[in-house]
Nanobody
Framework: QLQLVESGGGSVQAGGSLRLSCAAS????????MGWFRQAPGKEREFVAWIWWSDYSVGYEASVKGRFTISRDNGENTVHLQMRTLKPEDTAIYYC?????????WGQGTQVTVGS
């Protein structure tokens, strides 16, 4: 089992920045990748960013590329999502996700609200 705990959500004005963090605990030795998804009111959950454990390579959803940066503490089981130039459309619950041993794990989510 893998447990994911997010932190760092909140409210910010458009153009501002926030940093989310997600700490993994439990059976962390098989993590393949970790990342972030988000779900806005009335919409489906969507991919935001991944980071792969083997080589720290990353991938982003098109609308956040250039504004969001996903990173991992060196050798640690914590990932961060630095969000800059936030827009009202970034408002959502952000979920940490991990893939380990072929199983997907989810955090409880953290609210990000961007005012216009």
């Amino acid at each position: 089992q893998l447990q994911l705990v997010e932190s760092g959500g909140g409210s910010v004005q458009a153009g501002g920045s926030l940093r989310l963090s997600c700490a993994a605990s439990g059976r962390t030795n098989n993590i393949y990748r970790m990342g972030w998804f988000r779900q806005a009111p009335g919409k489906e959950r969507e991919f935001v960013a991944w980071i792969w454990w083997s080589d720290y390579s990353v991938g982003y959803e098109a609308s956040v590329k250039g504004r969001f940066t996903i990173s991992r503490d060196n050798g640690e089981n914590t990932v961060h999502l630095q969000m800059r130039t936030l827009k009202p459309e970034d408002t959502a619950i952000y979920y940490c996700a991990a893939e380990s041993g072929g199983i997907a794990y989810w955090g409880q989510g953290t609210q990000v609200t961007v005012g216009s």
